[in-house]
């Protein structure tokens, strides 16, 4: 399909929860060829106009609440399983599919789609990538993520990073293509707003343990009271029961509930977008807010108080010129980013974002006008480069070896009835207690 057709790309997107729907939403939308999404440049909401959405069942996904907040609409939105999905790919018909997963997940779905396209004339081109930083476990995520079209990358120093990689193993690194996070956007920071307002961008699981959580949200309130003409916002991902792409086992709202909070000090919710209108001060451990803060220059921190570590994910923010302590902040401390570092991230702050995702767009576009259709999927993973990772993978996902669903594989044949979606709630939300409320009572104990 060229890229000159005034017909709009047929895009699915499968995702496991509520930020890999709006990273892979949002990327359909700016990687469709054609002109017709190119005003969706400077971030707004836009999305591909005959887009289908497929969210795999699973801990994460995502509730109607957390949708709504992400403000993403499709043409089409309904719960699948992994085997589920593969016989809609295998009737369906489609230009580009985006795999918005957890690595493991990526790997099943690229070896069943291998397997159910086996002789089709036609295939979508597969896109997969990263929802934000790429700071732990590089290479099995990226292998992971090996066979599909495009492996996307949202920065220039990522894309560099993956080539290596795959480079390094013996694997093809043409499927690496530099792109830029697509929810980046909004209004130019230009000034304080009154009141002076500093956001600290909760993660649902950096840092994991309570007295690290409880220190943070300690230094918050702190900060707070240290300024009473500023306003203290903290940043919450989700409510108490839903879960994101991290399990998050306590939830700030509830260590919140035991403190006295002075009056500038509230908890909010909604897009970060919208929060990011008003702030002044970004502050956050390692969240990709800060890349969405930095994209629009405000000031934006990354606290070094439980030290720089890779388990934190603030070891990738060396260099930025944005590590601060609260002791810093308290005083008044305002970053200055370093632009170097900035512009190899995919931030663009420089106003060159609008143009981040054209080679994309031009490489999707000549996958769709290849004579003959495209090659067969080839994952660098098989059952003869890793016989003894592969199949486990596979088997979690009802899948054999070879890509085929497994005997006794969930049923596609028909939608699940009213009894059987209650259960599935039920025992979804009673995961999701355990999480929260049973499995910290137990680690105490056994810390006793």
């Known amino acids: 399909m060229p890229a000159s057709t005034t017909k ?8 496991d ?10 990327t359909a939308g700016r990687i469709a060829p054609g002109p017709s999404m190119e005003a969706g440049a400077e971030g707004d909401m836009q999305v591909a106009p005959a887009l289908d959405g497929f969210l795999l069942r699973g801990r994460a996904t995502p509730t109607a609440r957390q949708l709504a907040e992400v403000g993403v609409q499709a043409a089409s939105l309904r719960e699948v399983t992994t085997v589920e999905f593969l016989r809609t790919m295998a009737d369906e018909e489609y230009d580009i599919l985006v795999l918005a997963l957890v690595g493991g997940g990526v ?12 002789g089709r004339e036609k295939r979508p081109v597969v896109v997969t990538g990263y929802v934000g930083v790429v700071y732990e476990k ?25 080539r290596a990689v795959y480079e390094g193993v013996g694997a093809d690194a043409s499927a690496v293509t530099e792109v830029a996070l697509p929810f980046l956007g909004g209004a130019p920071y230009e000034g304080e707003h009154d009141p002076y307002t500093v956001v600290f961008a909760a993660q649902p699981s950096v840092p994991e343990s309570r007295k690290d959580r409880t220190y943070l949200l300690n230094r918050l309130v702190q900060h707070a009271r240290l300024h009473p003409e500023r306003e203290v916002l903290l940043k919450l991902r989700s409510r108490p029961g839903e879960h994101t792409t991290h399990i998050e086992e306590l939830p700030y709202q509830k260590l919140a509930q035991k403190l ?21 001060l970004l502050v956050t451990v390692s969240s990709t807010a800060a890349l969405e803060s930095l994209h629009r220059r405000i000031p934006t921190v990354v606290l070094t108080d439980l030290g720089v570590r890779e388990t934190l994910g603030n070891h990738h923010f060396v260099g930025s010129g944005c590590l601060a302590s609260w002791d810093q902040l308290d005083e008044g401390h305002r970053p200055v980013p370093d632009e170097q570092w900035v512009a190899r991230q995919g931030v663009a702050a420089d106003g060159g974002y609008g143009t981040a995702f054209d080679a994309a767009r031009e490489r999707i576009a000549k996958l769709l006008a290849r004579p003959g259709g495209l090659a067969p999927l ?30 006794g594989a969930p049923s596609a044949d028909r939608e699940p009835g009213p009894v059987r979606q209650i259960v599935r709630r039920a025992a979804r939300g009673a995961y999701r207690h355990g999480v929260q409320r049973v499995a910290p009572v137990i680690r105490r104990m056994g810390e006793l």
């Open 260 to 280: 006295d909070v002075p009056s500038n000090f509230r908890l909010v919710y909604g897009h970060m977008g919208e929060v990011l209108d008003r702030t002044d």
């Open 138 to 162: 590089l290479a099995d995520g990226l292998l992971l993520r090996h066979g599909a079209d495009l492996v996307l990358a949202n920065s220039r120093q990522d894309a560099e990073r993956f």
């Open 107 to 118: 790997q099943a779905v690229l070896h069943g789609l291998k397997r159910v396209w086996e």
């Open 17 to 26: 929860s509520d930020t890999r729907w709006k990273w892979g939403a949002l």
């Open 378 to 407: 080839t994952p660098y993973y098989t059952p003869a480069t890793a016989p003894g990772y592969l199949p486990g993978i596979l088997a979690r996902h009802h899948l054999g070896p070879d890509g085929s669903v497994l005997p």
């Open 8 to 15: 709009p790309p047929r895009i699915a997107v499968l995702a």
